[in-house]
């Protein structure tokens, strides 16, 4: 059984950064699509960063530019680096891995990845 564990957020102000991390605890994601997902008050889950196994990425429009996403698989890690926070970008922040092969179409869909974390909180004030 995986269990990924989310940690890192907290209160910022907009403008600060923060880096989550996410580890695999159980079994090796070395080979899985790694993801990011968000969802903030009555707003419906989005993704906002991904990568392969081969470090290659994918980012959501809102956050291109400033989010960075990246692994360490000797350490069954996945960070996400956010810089210049905006307010909008306040939600719950959700790991996820997909071990099955996923598309550059279904990417972006929560549905096709297998295991979640249970979530950490980012808020951004103004």
């Known amino acids: 059984q995986v269990q990924l564990v989310e940690s890192g957020g907290r209160l910022v102000q907009a403008g600060g950064s923060l880096r989550l991390s996410c580890v695999a605890e159980g079994r090796t994601l070395s080979s899985a699509y790694m993801g990011w997902f968000r969802q903030g008050p009555g707003k419906e889950r989005e993704f906002v960063a991904g990568i392969s196994w081969s470090s290659s990425t994918d980012y959501s429009d809102s956050v291109k530019g400033r989010f960075t996403i990246s692994r360490d698989n000797p350490k069954n890690t996945v960070y996400l680096q956010m810089n210049n926070l905006k307010p909008e970008d306040t939600a719950v922040y959700y790991c996820?891995?997909?071990?099955?092969?996923?598309?550059?179409?279904?990417?972006?869909?929560?549905?096709?990845?297998?295991?979640w974390g249970q979530g950490t909180q980012v808020t951004v004030s103004s």
């Open positions: 996820a891995a997909a071990t099955s092969y996923i598309s550059s179409r279904t990417k972006s869909l929560p549905r096709h990845y297998d295991y």
